[in-house]
């Protein structure tokens, strides 16, 4: 997590109001997010369900990503699929082999390591094909025509949570906000299509959100 979203999440927690005219304080934070959500509701709710874990948000969430990437003729109910498995993916980010370090530690040895084999060393948790067509219940020979969707909303998902670091960082006057945000959310998305692009489905991974049911 960005040093700015660390300092949000933890001034949203904080309840502290004292203000200090000379510093950025906790009060400064939370205004800047009440502010910037009113631009991006996406992105904060992104915020609150992957770090604050507020009650109600899962389904919010679903409804506003659903809202942003749904285009006139398709099918709500199926996009809402497609929005809950991406929310899914990028949620359970980390890889289940390494825990996201990326590495793994030799077996009766305090310090040696090797490149965790599952993420190729990315700490990220390898997209599965498999997984995806269970979860909207089609073929592994249909997915192609599903696959521009789960992109475009894996697109927009990253957009919003770089926008709302943009948002935050213009609100407190932290010029450097926007290029270091760019850089860090595209990269993100390059790597997650990267991944799923040169790598073979793995075993379906069937974690679910809190609150939602297993499909």
Known sequence: MPELEKLVVSALGSGSLESDPDHEVDIDRVMAFALAAIRDPLGAALLRLKFLDSAGVYEKTVALLVSK?????ENRRAMKRVCERVLNEWYYDLC??????GSIVVEGTPHARHSCTACSSSGRQPVSIHGRCA?????PKAYSK??????????ALYRAER???????AKLGRASGRRASGKKFALALAGRRRILAGSRPPAHND?????????
Do not use: D, I
């Open 69 to 73: 990437t749904v285009r006139p003729g």
């Open 96 to 101: 289940t082999s390494c825990g996201g370090r």
């Open 135 to 139: 979860y909207l219940g089609v073929s």
């Open 146 to 155: 599903w696959e521009p969707r789960l992109s475009r909303v894996e697109g």
């Open 163 to 169: 926008a709302l670091v943009e948002e935050l960082a």
């Open 207 to 215: 974690n679910t959100m809190p609150g939602q049911g297993r499909a």
